[in-house]
Nanobody, 124 residues
Framework: QVQLVESGGGLVQAGGSLMLSCAAS????????MGWFRQAPGKEREFVAG????????YYGDSVKGRFTISRDNAKNTVYLQMNSLKPEDTAVYYC?????????????????WGQGTQVTVSS
């Protein structure tokens, strides 16, 4: 019912910046909070940032707080992740996710829709 398509991933040097975008299509009216997760090989999927439907509530994982900024444009059905001061440990596949409820959640199982993932690689 809802499709999420990500863009903006790529290769960047340490200290650089990238902005990821996630465009939602389909029955976008049914979506509530959205989030970004990341997963490195051999590791569990990690919560990066989440934003409520109205953008009134925003939460970040401890490892990215102060460096990453999540935002959304409901008119464009798009959520963004601005990543600054990137570090090699930020290297991972980044996933956009959406849930039906309006509240931000950390567990992956609370999200009903997922994007395909986009690779972010930060070189030393």
């Amino acid at each position: 019912q809802v499709q999420l398509v990500e863009s903006g991933g790529g290769l960047v040097q340490a200290g650089g910046s990238l902005m990821l975008s996630c465009a939602a299509s389909g029955r976008t009216f049914s979506t509530g909070a959205m989030g970004w997760f990341r997963q490195a090989p051999g590791k569990e999927r990690e919560f990066v940032a989440g934003i409520s439907r109205s953008s009134a509530a925003i939460y970040y994982g401890d490892s990215v707080k102060g460096r990453f900024t999540i935002s959304r444009d409901n008119a464009k059905n798009t959520v963004y992740l601005q990543m600054n001061s990137l570090k090699p440990e930020d290297t991972a596949v980044y996933y956009c996710a959406a849930k039906l409820g309006q509240f931000v959640a950390v567990p992956t199982t609370w999200y009903e829709y997922w994007g395909q993932g986009t690779q972010v690689t930060v070189s030393s």
